[in-house]
């Protein structure tokens, strides 16, 4: 059983930047991926970033690359999202969640989400 706990969230003035976390417990396979979703009110829950299995490769939505960087630790117990020039648009749940590839990168099959943590960016 897989459990991920979100922590980091909070409010921020448009320009700043927040850093997310994401700590992982219970049996994680070393090939499990790990990424980040979000979902601001009244819209789809969209991809924001994920990263391989090893931590060699990472994917961004185009509306946060060069802003958002994701990094794991070398235990795979835990991921962040550092989120520089926040924006207003950037408002949103953050949600962590981590599977196996779905097929070829950056395709992948999460199957085990965290709770959530709420950004604002205001």
């Known amino acids: 059983h897989v459990q991920l706990v979100e922590s980091g969230g909070g409010l921020v003035q448009p320009g700043g930047s927040l850093r997310l976390s994401c700590a992982a417990s219970?049996?994680?396979?070393?090939?499990?991926?790990m990424g980040w979703f979000r979902q601001a009110p009244g819209k789809e829950r969209e991809g924001v970033a994920s990263?391989?299995?090893?931590?060699?490769?990472?994917y961004y939505a185009d509306s946060v690359k060069g802003r958002f960087t994701m990094s794991k630790d070398n235990d795979r117990k835990a991921v962040h999202l550092l989120m520089n020039s926040l924006k207003p648009e950037d408002t949103a749940v953050y949600y962590c969640?981590?599977?196996?590839?779905?097929?070829?990168?950056?395709?992948?099959?999460?199957?085990?989400w965290g709770q959530g943590t709420q950004v604002t960016v205001s």
């Open positions: 219970g049996y994680i396979h070393s090939s499990y991926c």
């Open positions: 990263i391989y299995a090893d931590g060699t490769g990472t």
């Open positions: 969640a981590t599977g196996f590839l779905g097929g070829s990168w950056p395709v992948v099959d999460f199957g085990y």
